[in-house]
């Protein structure tokens, strides 16, 4: 029990972490593109649609992770089978969607073999989290049904 509470313990500051950090990176965008574009000069040619498009990429990332950091702290409370945790699934299918989309838009302004990758993480992570919500939908259904037997 001890084992599976600090997994649990671990990933939530884990993701804590990665929340406040994507905070920063997110708002510090127009001055480290502009230094990363010293080391780059073609990343400096599309400055303004480079800025604008992370931006929108970085505030999609930090709702998704807002939503995942919601459904932990359920899991935390060991009462995740609720109906809050199938709606942050279902908010996240449709982040994890509008990311895949904003990187391909993103690929307009330049191609590169990563963001391909991360088009397709985030159709499957969108996938997986659609049918999450579903499997989390029957639970709690379940759950509720059996509350009421009791």
Known sequence: MKSKLCWIKGTKYLLDFMFY??????VSL???????GEQLPWLIQQYE??????FVLGVAAEKLLWELRKIFRTVLAEDC?????VVSLRKMGNWSFFI??????????????AMCVVIFVFLIAGM???????VFEQAVAY???TDWTI
């Open 21 to 26: 950090a994507g905070v920063l990176v997110t």
């Open 30 to 36: 127009p001055w480290s593109i502009r230094w990363i």
């Open 49 to 54: 649609e480079t800025v604008i498009i992370y």
């Open 81 to 85: 089978f609720v109906q809050e945790n």
């Open 100 to 113: 895949a989309l904003m990187a391909g838009v993103r690929s307009v302004v330049y191609m590169t073999i």
């Open 128 to 134: 997986f989290s659609r049918v999450l919500s579903f």
């Open 143 to 145: 759950k509720e049904e």
